[in-house]
């Protein structure tokens, strides 16, 4: 089986589709492959499906969701007398497994190298660190379960799949950056910083690229914008970290140079 969240949700079984079109069942299927390999109780599901709204048939309708899903894995199937689909979603005491092989889902691949990726930044080596944080990212297809109508329980494990994403990016950037490769950035963090527009992390790291291309003032400019939306959306001022960053641009202050990578990013106004 082949399991692919990171996205619209494709999921097969022998190169069959096993998704179904129906609402319900899809996050029922999503959540089970979110966890595969895992049991997810009766209850858990049934709070995805339902909230604290439950009907009184709330388990029994849940068997039948399990039930369509069962009848697609074996139409799937159906060339493998071998395996039968109750052997690929497991009923378990108290709930239900999707069986996959490992490696097979996207998830838990991006988790993986992220993962490493965060191992190799950490230890400096940011050639590693940018090279594994891109292949990650690369697994991503649109936002995780673009395609299903998420109830509680699935939006919290796309948020912290989201927050993941999000740290994994913000590492390959500053990887980046450590290697000289600010000129490649701007195009890319002026997207993301247009699409976050409160990220102060983005920002600094598109106004140290700004800089370093010889473009103080549009780093400058990139400072006031964020101040501004967050003056106006928040009631806030940037953080001190940022401001430290403005100074530091102000006075062109050497160690903003990339003449030492792991001092020249913007760790150093971070504390």
Known sequence: MDVKVL??????QQGTSIVPSASKPRQVLALLALRADRVVTVPTLVEELW?????????????TYVLQLRRLIGAALADDPSRQAKDVLVTRHGGYLL???PGRIDAEEFNQLAAAGRRAYEAGDDHLASDTLSRALRLWRGPALLDVRAGRVLELDVLGLEETRMGALERRIEADLRLGRHGSLIGELRVLVARYPMHENLCMQLML???RCGSAWRALES????????NRELGLEPSGRVHRLQQAILRSDPALDLESPRDASFDRFVA
Do not use: K, M, W
């Open 7 to 12: 996205g619209p949700v494709c999921i097969d």
């Open 51 to 63: 909230g604290a709204e439950a009907p009184r048939s709330a388990a029994t309708t849940l068997q």
């Open 99 to 101: 069986e996959v092989q």
């Open 209 to 211: 690229a700004f800089y």
């Open 223 to 230: 400072f006031h914008q964020l101040r501004n939306t967050l």
